[in-house]
């Protein structure tokens, strides 16, 4: 398992005794000495990310969608209102079932 940097100062971490430590001894964790699990586990960060892929997977949702919403008075100029209402019907649909996503 590679080390991730000290949660604290961001120095690097090194097995002491079997466990870890950081390599800077003004930190704290330079004198505590945890797991290696210990040491990697991130549970902040990992929520942040988590939260970030979902956001940019929204975000290529929303992106598409103001795609299709631009071309819909092109086809309302073109005579085809039917197909923009049709259009913006299934727009509206895969808005709903995003929202209901996140829930
Ligand atoms: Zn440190």
Do not use: T
Request: proline fraction near 3%; glycine fraction near 8%; include cysteine.
């Amino acid at each position: 398992m590679n080390l991730k940097p000290c949660p604290f100062c961001g120095s690097d971490g090194f097995n002491h005794q079997g466990g870890i430590i950081c390599s800077n001894s003004d930190c704290f964790m330079f004198n505590v000495c945890v797991s290696e699990q210990f040491w990697n586990n991130r549970p902040l960060e990992n929520d942040l990310q988590a939260d970030i892929g979902d956001m940019n997977r929204e975000n290529i949702g929303l992106k598409s969608i103001l795609k299709a919403l631009e071309n819909i008075d092109d086809y309302k100029m073109q005579g085809h209102e039917c197909y923009a209402k049709h259009v913006l019907l299934s727009l509206r649909d895969r808005l709903k079932r995003m929202e209901r996503g996140k829930k």
